[in-house]
Nanobody, 131 residues
Framework: QVQLVESGGGLVQAGGSLRLSCAAS????????MGWFRQAPGKEREFVAA????????????YYADSVKGRFTISGDNAKNTVYLQMNSLEPKDTAVYYC????????????????????WGQGTQVTVSS
């Protein structure tokens, strides 16, 4: 059974930092790209960041939403089958449930921003930023 499990969410003051983790199990995600999305109450799920692979098993390019560029960093650890989202300089508008997802058939800037193309999703982790 394929599972993506997020952790690391919580309550933080504006300006603070959190590091989200997404641990994958049930299959080898060595050829997949991974993404982070978020969904605030009453809003649609939106793209946050993604990391793609360029052949082999080495993570290559990263992509970010404009709203988080320069503050968030996505990275991957192949040995642990885990993807991270380091979030710095958090703002109240970053408050949302954060989801990680894996996509097997697509890569590249355009496709990795589309939540409908992802094959596997985690259950989400709440991030709350207080002002």
């Amino acid at each position: 059974q394929v599972q993506l499990v997020e952790s690391g969410g919580g309550l933080v003051q504006a300006g603070g930092s959190l590091r989200l983790s997404c641990a994958a199990s049930g299959r080898t995600f060595s050829s997949d790209s991974m993404g982070w999305f978020r969904q605030a109450p009453g809003k649609e799920r939106e793209f946050v960041a993604a990391i793609s692979r360029s052949g082999g098993s080495t993570y290559s390019r990263t992509y970010y939403a404009d709203s988080v560029k320069g503050r968030f960093t996505i990275s991957g650890d192949n040995a642990k089958n885990t993807v991270y989202l380091q979030m710095n300089s958090l703002e109240p508008k970053d408050t949302a449930v954060y989801y990680c997802a894996a996509v097997t058939r697509y890569s590249g800037n355009y496709y990795l921003r589309q939540p409908g193309l992802y094959d596997y999703w985690g259950q989400g982790t709440q991030v709350t930023v207080s002002s």
